[in-house]
């Protein structure tokens, strides 16, 4: 597999990440994903080679105020290989939110150009040799049909032969769950620009393909139709988009706001199956989404909308996800579930489903399906998770 590029978990401003990114400078590494530091390159800071001495230094004995001490830096680790580089936070804003570059990719769907991200993938072994998050939740979505079908290359094809997908942005049937099979010329290479030049393909018995039942989260970015739009004020969550920079696709990557939630990780949002949502986030619509709900592949996301002022959706304290990214229960599609707390309750932090739950029975806190707006029904929204770090809001 190739060896990802730096990640960095420093903050930094986005004009530092640019420039620090180009020259390789203070990052810490990781490899694959994985958690264990691997090195450290050097800082532009000069090296201190020995001891040190300042004539306004005390004598032993004079009174000394003791000295400020920064608190202490929060890393986090990228478990996405295709993750690039990272910040908690960014200098260069003031929303709480930091950003992650990934690396991007590109299929064609009915001619056209699409260009999206991976992060999540139903098969343990398919997950791993990609370097993604492993989500068994989300296989179950291949049996009931609910899949955008996705035909790679074989490993073994020549360069140059594209991905393609049954479907896009803008369609009805298109969502971010996308069934993973192969196919491989029998022969001469020809031209395919679709999923139906595919198949006459395989009818003629010039491609062969091979099907399998991982469902891979690929998360759209542009499309023929239009992309995710970039955040012009980058100082609250929603804003006017998800993304930092328009994609490059050029250089084939995309930046994304990063944000925090309980239990200690940083999440992105993509998509969602319902379309006002989709319309007032800012993000893709993905109709076929809607239906992970019914068939067990989602997990949920509690979000506050009064109570503690914090960097959730709604400007209140992060959101409380049902389990960490990585989990066996996991999934980076949710069922967005929205508290309120009672007026006559002094609002805590809350850091567990457990506890929201708790808040709920006792009364604390009323429960609306969805959004209040949304008259009890619920939706999904993709938000995978490539950072994993401690939570750092304070109440």
């Given at each position: 597999?190739?060896q990802?590029?730096p ?9 530092d ?5 180009r ?13 264990a530091?691997?090195?450290a390159?050097?800082?532009d ?26 608190p202490?830096?929060v890393?986090?680790t990228?478990i996405?290989?295709d993750?690039?580089d ?12 930091g ?8 299929a ?17 072994d398919?997950?791993?040799e ?5 989500v068994?939740?989300?296989?179950v979505?291949?049996e ?6 996705a ?8 360069d140059?032969?594209?991905t ?9 049937d ?8 192969r196919?491989r ?6 031209d395919l ?7 006459a393909?395989a ?10 039942d991982?469902v891979?989260n690929a998360?759209?970015?542009q ?8 955040d012009?004020?980058f100082?609250?969550?929603?804003g006017s988009?998800?993304l930092?920079?328009?994609?490059d696709?050029d ?6 706001k990063?944000?925090?939630?309980y239990?200690?990780v940083?999440?992105i949002v ?17 109709p076929?989404l ?30 409380v996800f ?6 066996p229960?996991w ?9 309120a707390w009672?007026?006559?309750v ?26 209040p707006?949304t ?9 995978p ?6 939570n750092t809001f304070?109440?």
């Amino acid at each position: 597999m190739e060896q990802s590029p730096p990640v960095s978990s420093r903050r930094l401003s986005r004009r530092d990440f640019f420039v620090s990114g180009r020259r390789g400078a203070g990052l810490v590494l990781f490899s694959g994903g994985a958690s264990a530091l691997l090195a450290a390159c050097a800082t532009d800071e000069p090296a201190v080679t020995g001891p040190t001495s300042d004539p306004t230094t005390p004598a032993d004995g004079d009174d000394v105020e003791p000295e400020e001490t920064a608190p202490a830096q929060v890393e986090g680790t990228a478990i996405v290989d295709d993750v690039i580089d990272f910040a908690l936070e960014s200098d260069d804003w003031t929303g709480p939110f930091g950003f992650v570059t990934f690396r991007m990719h590109r299929a064609l769907a009915n001619g056209n150009d699409l260009y999206y991200i991976r992060t999540d993938a139903s098969d343990p072994d398919y997950a791993r040799e990609h370097g993604l998050v492993a989500v068994p939740k989300i296989g179950v979505l291949a049996e009931e049909g609910l899949v955008v079908k996705a035909y790679f290359p074989a490993e073994d094809a020549d360069d140059g032969q594209p991905t393609l997908v049954s479907s896009e942005p803008g369609l009805d049937d298109y969502t971010s769950a996308w069934q993973v099979h192969r196919y491989r010329w029998t022969d001469e290479v020809g031209d395919l620009t679709s999923v139906e030049d595919l198949e006459a393909a395989a009818a003629d018995g010039a491609v062969e393909i091979e099907e399998t039942d991982v469902v891979l989260n690929a998360s759209a970015v542009q499309w023929a139709g239009g992309s995710l739009p970039v955040d012009e004020e980058f100082t609250d969550y929603l804003g006017s988009g998800q993304l930092v920079e328009p994609p490059d696709t050029d250089a084939m990557t995309v930046t994304f706001k990063l944000h925090e939630c309980y239990p200690n990780v940083r999440y992105i949002v993509t998509d969602t199956a319902l379309a006002p949502m989709a319309e007032g986030m800012a993000i893709a619509h993905t109709p076929a989404l809607q239906g992970a709900s019914e068939a067990g592949a989602t997990g949920r996301t509690n979000v506050f909308m009064n109570g503690l002022e914090g960097p959730g959706p709604m400007g209140f304290q992060p959101s409380v996800f049902d389990t960490q990214a990585g989990d066996p229960e996991w999934s980076p599609y949710w069922d967005h579930m929205t508290y309120a707390w009672a007026d006559d309750v002094e609002p805590t932090a809350l850091e567990t489903e457990e506890a929201v739950h708790a808040a709920r029975d006792a009364g604390d806190l009323e429960e609306f399906p969805g959004t209040p707006d949304t008259d009890g029904e619920t939706f999904v929204v993709n938000c995978p998770v490539p950072v994993l770090a401690d939570n750092t809001f304070k109440a």
